[in-house]
Every structure is written in structure tokens, then in C-alpha cells.
T-cell receptor
């Protein structure tokens, strides 16, 4: 099972918006309503940011939004803040008791 | 507060074995699928294995299938990962994670996660 493809890095100034893509296949992202996104800072536990493609858990700021089209899911951070600097990963169920994460994207706030 | 605490990591030689544990508190894991996810140094997250709430469904990443065994003891509120025939490429920080919602396998999300336990395989 190959990892989902994400850009290695994205960056933006405070207040700007950035979008992270997550490209898979018809066997995972394209066939799943359960794509999720995680924020991970070094030394910390990964944190759920989005579940079920575009739903936000309580406590996650509404500047985080996500969607899916075909085999590609996307996470958008609007109004970028310094605290958003972290690594972000998408994840999808891939069928046959398998799960797959994205390659990860480093978000840098300039 | 839900907490997952991994333990059992360490430094081992290639070909040896190690058993990881994950102790849960603030939650009864008997209703949840549980997973192990790892992160090799400088790399991204990689799903390793998952086990459903009554162990009816179990899955492994291709890279560990046949060498690793995931198990659980709901009475002890704990998750385990038996790692045999360890390879240098198994060196990673190993996280355990709860899969939500209850009684789901494949239609949910990972939340929460532990802080991980480090496994180093080196000669």
C-alpha cells in the first residue's frame, strides 16, 4: 500500500491561507468518506484536526477546513497563525483491513 | 481525560524481538478498534497494525506482516505489539492510537494518540 501523496512543504505569512493536497487512488481516498487529517509537532502526540473528510472536532479552530474531490483530499488553513506551524498528515482507510497515511506536509509560517 | 501510554521500547540488535505495550486510562478500550502507528527518524507517519474491539478484524502493513503481532487485553485496558525478526528499518517512534467512533473498523479516525515509545534496531 503506497502512502498518499502530499506536498513536502507549504508556507504562508500570518493571515494568509494555505492548502495541502492529499492524493491517493480509487482504492483509498477515492473510495472513502472517512479521510482524516492530523497535526503533529515534534515531541507531541499527533492531534486530530479533521475527520469524515470535512468535519472539525470540538476545539479545532474554524480556520481549518477540508474537502475531497475524486482521489484527492485537501486541507485549508485560513488566516494562518504562528501556532499552525507543524507537520500535517492525511489518512484514509484503504480496504482489506489496511490504512494509509499521507507523506506529510510541513507548514511554515513566514 | 483519556491517556494512552506506550512502553517497552528500547535498543535491540537486528533479528531480535521486542514487545510494546499501550496502557489506556480514562477510557474503556473494549469498545474501540486500536492501532499502532510509527514514525521513522526524519520520516512521516506510517500505519503499522490495527485490531478491532473484540479482535475479530486485524490488519497489518505489508512491511511488518508475518513478523509483528498485534493483540489486546480488554480486561487490562491494554494494547500490545509483539515485534519479531526486527530489522534496521523498523527503527521508529511507535504510537498507539484509539480509533473512533465506537465499534468501527475502517470508517473513523484516530483520536487520541499516545506520545510514543522509541524502538532502535542497530547492530
Amino acid at each position: 500500500q503506497s502512502a498518499l501523496t502530499q506536498p513536502r512543504s507549504v508556507s504562508g505569512s500570518p493571515g494568509q491561507s494555505v492548502t495541502i493536497s492529499c492524493t491517493g487512488s480509487s482504492s483509498d481516498v477515492g473510495d472513502s468518506d472517512y479521510v482524516s487529517w492530523y497535526q503533529h509537532r515534534p515531541g507531541k502526540a499527533p492531534k486530530l484536526m479533521i475527520y469524515d473528510v470535512g468535519r472539525r472536532p470540538s476545539g479545532v479552530p474554524d480556520r481549518f477546513s477540508a474537502s475531497k474531490s475524486g482521489n484527492t483530499a485537501s486541507l485549508t488553513i485560513s488566516g494562518l497563525q504562528a501556532e499552525d506551524e507543524a507537520d500535517y498528515y492525511c489518512c484514509s482507510y484503504a480496504g482489506n483491513n489496511l490504512y494509509v497515511f499521507g507523506t506529510g506536509t510541513k507548514v511554515t509560517v513566514l | 481525560e483519556v491517556q494512552l501510554v506506550e512502553s517497552g521500547g528500547g535498543s535491540v540488535q537486528p533479528g531480535r524481538s521486542l514487545r510494546l505495550s499501550c496502557a489506556a486510562s480514562g477510557i474503556s478500550i473494549d469498545k474501540y478498534t486500536m492501532h499502532w502507528v510509527r514514525q521513522a527518524p526524519g520520516k512521516g507517519l506510517q500505519w503499522v497494525a490495527g485490531i478491532s474491539w473484540i479482535s475479530a478484524n486485524i490488519g497489518y502493513a505489508e512491511s511488518v506482516r508475518g513478523r509483528f503481532t498485534i493483540s489486546r487485553d480488554n480486561a487490562k485496558n491494554s494494547l500490545y505489539l509483539q515485534m519479531n525478526s526486527l530489522r534496521i528499518e523498523d527503527t521508529a517512534l511507535y504510537f498507539c492510537a484509539t480509533y473512533r467512533p465506537e465499534n468501527s473498523f475502517g470508517y473513523g479516525w484516530f483520536d487520541p494518540w499516545g506520545l510514543g515509545t522509541l524502538v532502535t534496531v542497530s547492530s
